[in-house]
């Protein structure tokens, strides 16, 4: 459902877009098309994890999958242009189980990597004064990110948890966006979109961002997203009535099977009072460039990214929930302290002397809740899940180095305890937990890319 949702706005955009297009064409016009793409091949190992639905330790487990993507631009003129960008994998699930026969054999999946149609009335595509895009697109808020941060759009609001994977330091967006920048140095950006990621799906957000750069050396940046602003269906997005443990298809009203999953809570009137998955979540980045101030005899010995700082800190979810509830037997939960669904990030380009495109270490400190989505998925409640006894990593980190060779061929490798779920075969069986739960817990993954 959620795919077919995508698919369906994609092509509708793609199908605007194209219109657009032919309308602002005349007969001697030429459309200009550009193409570009990769083919990658992938392997890593968790060297130690945890599954957060069968509590069963990973020891070594071999992840390998291959990638390719193909990218049409078709510009129009230089106003407008659309694109249309396709991925595929390759992949192997992770763990291989022969109680579940999906996972003993590959499989190759295609999706939409982007489908957007672009009209720029003021300014340039490249130098856009005020420009407009539709359909399904990448963006990533902090550019200096390579895998940790980036929380705006890669996390969800009650409960608080976040996801990213391995060399995507973004989000894929579905819906519109309309962007500025203001005298080279000030961009601006207004989304309005549909959840396409993670349910509920289908309800509309509205978010707004902008960037500043001060000079060469800083970079500052904030912005705030309405998440779930306009539900689709209400009874998913702020829940009264929960899916009967016996007929998952029906709704209920038992509220001793509800309260024993510890989906509501206790207002100061003493009334039960429910959560909702709606949520504001601001957010805020500085990057900081210290090249420019250095003797020119060093910042030439240093690559473009090099010695660079930067940070970001995301409040997910600004209300509080605060439990009233007197009775100890219950098992409620509480969102009473905003500074428990606050992570926040910091990270350092380390010098490498143009030996690497970049060598980059991160660090991330996570909100007090367990990093799941398995009550949001399986149960339908805007509540955390917890593990009874486990000892949850407070710190995440990261080594990413990249290198280039030739233009075309780039070696990409990581090391990292991050918030990596490993892929599998079904939806249903998708893990729901962040498997790098403990301090001890990290992995490792290399990727060689060929990019055209």
């Known amino acids: 459902m959620k795919k077919a949702h995508t698919t369906r706005f994609a092509t509708m955009a793609l199908f605007i877009a194209y219109v ?15 193409n570009s793409g990769f083919i990658a091949f992938e392997n890593g190992q968790i060297v130690r994890g945890i599954s957060g639905t069968s509590n069963q330790d990973w020891i070594k487990g071999w992840l390998e999958r291959a990638m390719l993507q193909f990218t049409n631009e078709f510009i129009v003129n230089e106003r407008m242009k659309f694109i249309l960008s396709v991925e595929g994998q390759f992949g ?3 763990p291989q189980s022969i109680g579940a026969r999906e996972s003993m ?25 005020l420009q407009f895009g539709l359909g399904y697109f990448p963006y990533q808020f902090n550019r200096n990110v390579r895998n940790l941060g980036e929380f705006l759009f890669r996390s969800g609001t009650y409960p608080p948890y976040i996801i990213n ?21 000030l961009k601006q950006d207004l ?6 990621q993670i349910f509920p799906t289908q309800d509309f957000s509205l978010s707004y961002l902008a960037h500043y750069t001060l000079g060469r050396c800083l970079e500052i940046g904030a912005g705030v997203c309405f998440a779930h602003l306009f539900s689709i269906e209400g009874r998913l997005t702020s829940p009264t009535q929960f899916p009967d443990p016996i007929d998952p298809t029906r ?20 009334d039960t009072a429910f959560y909702t998955f709606k949520g504001t979540k601001p957010v805020a980045m500085l990057a900081f460039d210290p090249k420019p101030l250095l003797p020119g005899v ?15 800190v995301c409040v997910i979810g600004w209300k509080n929930y605060i439990n009233y509830n007197t009775d100890t037997t219950m098992r409620y939960p509480d969102y009473h302290n905003r500074w428990d669904r606050t992570p926040f990030m910091f990270g350092v380009n380390i010098p490498a002397f143009r030996l690497l495109d970049v060598l980059s270490f991160e660090l991330e400190h996570d909100s007090k809740h367990t990093n799941s989505y398995y009550n949001v998925m399986d149960v339908n409640i805007p509540t955390y899940f917890t593990i009874p006894g486990k000892k949850l990593a407070v710190w995440k980190w990261s080594l990413y180095a990249k290198k280039t060779f030739f233009d075309k061929f780039c070696l990409i490798g990581q090391i990292a305890r991050d918030h990596m779920r490993p892929s599998y075969p079904t939806y249903i069986l998708t893990e729901r937990d962040d498997v790098l739960s403990r301090n001890s817990d990290w992995w490792w993954v290399l990727r060689l890319m060929v990019k055209y």
């Open 165 to 185: 994977n391995f060399n995507m330091p973004f989000a894929r967006l579905l819906g519109l966006r309309v962007s500025s920048v203001l005298f080279e140095n």
């Open 191 to 196: 989304f309005f979109t549909s959840e396409a």
């Open 251 to 270: 709704f209920t009203d038992n509220f001793t099977w509800t309260e024993r999953n510890a989906c509501m809570y206790i207002d100061k009137n003493g």
């Open 298 to 312: 060093v910042s030439d010995l240093l690559g473009k990214d090099d010695a660079r700082l930067y940070g970001e």
């Open 20 to 34: 657009l297009c032919s309308a602002d064409t005349t007969d001697n016009q030429t459309v200009t098309i550009k």
């Open 92 to 94: 192997f699930s992770y």
């Open 105 to 129: 054999l590959p499989r190759f999946w295609m999706y939409p990597a982007r489908v957007e149609g672009m009209y720029t009335p003021l300014g340039t595509t490249e130098k856009p004064l």
